[in-house]
């Protein structure tokens, strides 16, 4: 039996792990695809990644062994054609709030009869030596992630769910909880209740739920509830991570040296 594709396995709610990559380098892509994750998703949203970057971001995943995902700037047929393009296997699209936009990203993901991608020969198609199999089979193949970030998707999150061809509801609690008005530790619970709305919505539609979290440490507790794809910090989160343990290890090793009052946790509040 043929192994399930990307796209069939986030769909099926197979348990999958990720990261976000935000430095526009190959090598840093590339080491952190080595991590271990299933996928990284290049973030082009929240980076200073340029559309001519992307291209090689994602060959470095593949090199690295992960499955290359792009979050694409915004809800963009251009942007989202050339993450496909580039070889990109999913695509996680920012601020979808209503079955409308949930339509829009679909049709921009798939080639016709089920959506208005326009085939070209990029690398995706290995530059179009390989087009016909690649336009037949990449309906399948890739991966459309939505994410649902905004108060408005939340009203909206059945319609969402119901939409045919989005695979994945994703839930970025940053950009919910600025959204509804519920950010930092006051708003903790608003945001959780208005969290396990979408991911009772998404279940009871058969929909497969993925959740951003700035730490692994309560991965197991939402996928008890229900997540199945997390996408885990990012590259500059662990860096930062990493330099600040090991400026305040060495700060306490040497009294006197270092800045270690200054070091905090990068990109806590990614959203
Ligand atoms: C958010 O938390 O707003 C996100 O977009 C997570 O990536
Ligand atoms: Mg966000």
């Not at 905004?150 to 509801?169: C, F, P, S, Y």
């Not at 330099?243 to 806590?268: N, W």
């Amino acid at each position: 039996m043929a192994e399930p594709t990307f796209r069939e396995r986030g769909r099926s709610g197979a348990p999958l792990l990720g990261t976000f990559c935000a430095i526009p380098h190959p090598v840093a892509v590339e080491v952190t695809a080595r991590a271990g994750f299933d996928l990284v998703c290049i973030d082009w949203e929240h980076s200073q990644i340029d559309r001519g970057e992307i291209e090689n971001l994602v060959r470095a995943a593949e090199s690295g062994g992960a499955v290359a995902m792009v979050r694409v700037p915004g809800n963009n047929s251009e942007a989202i054609a050339a993450a496909l393009d580039a070889g990109a296997e999913g695509v996680l699209v920012p601020r979808v709030s209503s079955a409308e936009e949930a339509e829009a990203a679909v049709r921009a993901t798939r080639y016709p009869p089920d959506g208005e991608r326009g085939a070209g020969p990029g690398r995706a198609s290995r530059y179009g030596y390989d087009i016909a199999p690649y336009v037949a089979a990449a309906n399948g193949k890739i991966l459309l992630a939505v994410q649902v970030e905004t108060a408005r998707a939340v009203e909206n999150i059945d319609a969402i769910a119901a939409v045919e061809g989005v695979d994945l509801v994703f839930i970025g609690p940053g950009d919910l909880a600025v959204s509804l008005g519920a950010f930092g530790p006051d708003g903790a619970e608003r945001l959780d209740v208005a969290m396990r709305r979408v991911i009772a919505s998404c279940k009871k539609a058969g929909r497969a739920i993925g959740l951003f979290r700035p730490s692994a440490s309560d991965v197991a507790t939402w996928r008890e509830a229900g997540v199945s794809f997390f996408i885990v910090a990012s590259d500059t989160m662990f860096l930062g991570a990493s330099a600040a343990d090991a400026a305040k290890a060495s700060a306490s090793a040497a009294p006197g040296a270092g800045r270690a009052q200054q070091a905090g946790r990068a990109g806590k509040g990614r959203s």
